[in-house]
């Protein structure tokens, strides 16, 4: 845009060189011979009316007249032309002798004339020229400033922040589209208001002091509170420019604002949720602590008086053992073998919670190793029964090893359990690779299984679908496995019939190696 | 005094006393004991102060501890004894209710050399309270300084 600008402005002046250099010359040529005729015409004219001869006087002034004319328009060669053309036709036809170049002494001051005429006139147009071309090429670089001046205008008119400019005393005098359209004041409403006045402007700290520190750095940012013309309250994130003259007096500030109305009320919400967040997490903790000193004062003295139980109980049978009859023998037993019972349960519900409190430490488990060293266990405490154990292909899985050791332990002893009554129990592990994200597991027996109308109460604590004649146990093993399964993130659930067997689920999340994990995050 | 005093009994429960004397009884191990009925009288014991002023200044072979204790409890008991240079090769045997990972763990660190969970069951507890006063009464040689038998 500038360029052409410049190109243009350059053309033309090329443009007037050329043509001066035609013309130039032939205007010398042309006025002096203008002069010369007109000398003539007079000279004949007075000699015949007047019988006088006053040629040389009229034809003087005549030629110096052309010669400045040729001065003024054309410039020094062609003046210099114009003195010798205005010179020999002035000795020729004007100064005696007549009609000769011859010249006499007397004649010099008439040329001098001429030459300084010429000389006086074409510096003058000189000065002119001189004068001319440099106020040409100050409008030409005002009129490539005022086309910068209006595209930087208009650039500043497309942004979307709003941008406005106002004098000293608050005067708008600049007001772009953005601040059109944030505000709602067109441009002609909006120039020559009071900013703060119109906006009615809100500040973070006193104006003064505002104003003090712009004088001091010529910048300011902060956030303010304006209203729109719709009285809407908005919130903006403002930075001021302040403009300085050639003296280095203020004379403007620049404003640009951007509403963040929204991104305060989220930052808002975000701010609250966060402040509920840790006051979440601080209760828990303390529910959490208070669970653990229940849990220890559980562990010290709900044991104790159970331990007194059982101790005294033998103690008495020992020192009535002659006085008691079978009855009271077989209560004293109960006695103890309750108390015993009431122990177990205890230490079940313990450990059960501390499961719940422990750390899940994550790694990558083989869960097929996991899988032979439980068989390993629970073939020992099976007491040499024969079980055919099927293990098919297990994945490498994420999770803290102690606890799905727990979880796999605890559903082969089950299994282990529950098929006792079978002359060949027989017990796969095996896995299905559900989805993309799941490794499913399952422990499959074809042992007493269950009813399915109480599916629901298999993982419970100390809930129990056998009787404690059939087969032993608090009810504790099946909670915990739930309880680590979901702590890992994943989900247990069973299937059987009565006599037909049973299947225990779970899933937990796979292993990803990093590169997949990339890939699937992309 | 008849009383040699060689396996010192911290516990504050007279029924608990009563039974871990009647099982170390069994072994005539029952007039070793010395009671004392929360922390601050066994660091009384130990240190010869207070009702204890006139015994014999010499170590107990054994010291059973439970942890739970008035006053002083068993873990502070435990951590003056070990790092008291005159006391510190006292053999301590942790004798509590508590399966509690977090008493083990401290216990362990402060120096216990034994740490025993009292079982429910009464046969079971009667023979680790035999086995512990026979095995640190009678089979373990104590370390110098100890009450001789």
Redesign the interface.
């Known amino acids: 845009m500038d360029l052409s600008a410049y190109n243009f402005g350059f053309d033309r002046e090329h443009a007037g060189s050329v043509r001066s250099t035609a013309l130039r010359y032939g205007l010398s040529v042309v006025c002096v011979a203008i002069a010369l005729g007109l000398a003539l015409i007079i000279t004949l004219g007075l000699s015949l009316i007047l019988q006088n001869d006053a040629s040389r006087d009229t034809a003087l002034p005549l030629f110096t007249f052309s010669i400045a004319i040729t001065a003024w328009y054309a410039g020094i060669g062609p003046s210099v032309v114009a003195v010798v053309l205005s010179t020999l036709a002035f000795t020729y036809f004007f100064e005696p002798p007549l009609y000769t170049f011859y010249l006499y002494s007397n004649d010099i001051p008439d040329i001098v004339l001429f030459v300084a005429w010429g000389a006086i006139v074409s510096s003058f147009a000189a000065v002119r020229r001189g004068v001319e071309n440099s106020l040409r090429q100050a409008r030409d670089r005002l009129q490539l400033e005022v086309e910068q001046r209006a595209q930087q205008a208009r650039i500043l008119d497309q942004t979307h922040d709003a941008i406005f400019v106002r004098e000293m005393n608050g005067a708008i005098t600049f007001w772009n589209r953005g601040a059109e359209e944030r505000y709602g004041w067109r441009r002609d409403e909006a120039l020559g208001n009071i900013t703060h006045t119109l906006l009615q402007t809100r500040f973070p700290e006193p104006l003064a002091a505002i104003n003090q520190q712009i004088l001091l750095t010529d910048r300011w940012e902060g956030e303010l509170v304006h209203t729109t013309r719709d009285g809407i309250s908005i919130i903006v994130a403002t930075r001021w420019a302040l403009q300085r003259d050639d003296r280095r007096r203020p004379i403007a500030i620049i404003e640009t604002n951007n509403d963040i109305t929204v991104r305060k009320s989220r930052e808002g919400e975000v701010l609250k949720l966060n402040q509920e967040l840790a006051i979440r997490a601080g209760e828990l903790e303390v529910s959490n602590k208070e669970l653990e000193s229940f849990?220890?004062s559980v562990?010290?003295?709900l044991?104790?008086p159970?331990?007194?139980v059982?101790?005294?109980?033998?103690?008495l049978q020992r020192h009535a053992s002659t006085l008691f009859d079978e009855k009271s023998h077989r209560y004293i037993q109960t006695i103890?073998e309750s108390?015993?019972r009431?122990?177990n349960l205890i230490?079940d519900l313990?450990?059960f919670s501390?499961i719940g409190r422990a750390e899940t430490k994550k790694m990558q488990v083989s869960l097929e190793q996991l899988v032979r060293e439980a068989v390993a266990e629970v073939n020992q405490d099976a007491g040499g029964r024969d079980i055919a154990w099927k293990i098919g292909a297990l994945p490498v899985c994420s999770g803290d090893r102690a606890m799905l050791k727990l979880v796999i332990a605890n559903l082969l002893s089950n299994a282990v359990k529950f098929t006792r009554m079978q002359p060949l129990a027989k017990i796969e592990i095996g896995c299905v690779d559900a989805s993309q994200d799941d490794v499913e597991m399952f422990v499959k027996d074809n042992g007493a299984g269950f009813d399915m109308q109480y599916a629901n109460k298999l993982f419970g604590v100390f809930q129990r679908l056998h009787r404690t004649e059939e087969f032993e146990g608090t009810g504790i093993g099946l909670a915990t496995v739930q309880r680590i399964i979901n702590r890992h993130g994943g989900k247990v659930w069973a299937e059987g019939a009565v006599d037909q067997g049973a299947t225990f689920y779970f899933s937990l999340p796979k292993v990803h190696s990093a590169a997949e994990r990339t890939a699937n995050s992309s | 005094m008849s009383i040699l005093g060689r396996i010192l009994l911290v516990e504050d429960d007279p029924r608990d006393v009563e039974l871990t004397l009647t099982a170390l009884d069994d072994y005539k191990l029952a007039n070793e004991v010395v009671v004392a009925r929360d922390g601050q009288e066994a660091l009384d014991f130990l240190n010869c102060r207070g009702r204890f002023l006139d015994r014999p200044h010499e170590n107990p072979a054994v010291m059973l501890l439970d942890l739970k204790l008035p006053k002083v409890d068993g873990l502070e008991v435990l951590q003056q004894v070990k790092s008291d240079d005159r006391l510190k090769m006292i053999p301590v045997v942790v004798l509590t209710s508590s399966h509690e990972e977090q008493d083990m763990l401290r216990s362990y660190k402060f120096g216990v050399n034994a740490y025993v969970v009292k079982p429910v069951d009464f046969h079971e507890f009667v023979n680790a309270i035999k086995e512990l006063g026979v095995f640190w009464a009678v089979i373990n040689e104590p370390p110098p300084g100890s009450i001789k038998r």
Do not use: K
């Open positions: 849990a220890y562990s010290h003295d044991r104790a159970l331990r007194h059982a101790g005294y109980s033998e103690l103890v108390s015993q009431m122990g230490d313990l450990s501390r």
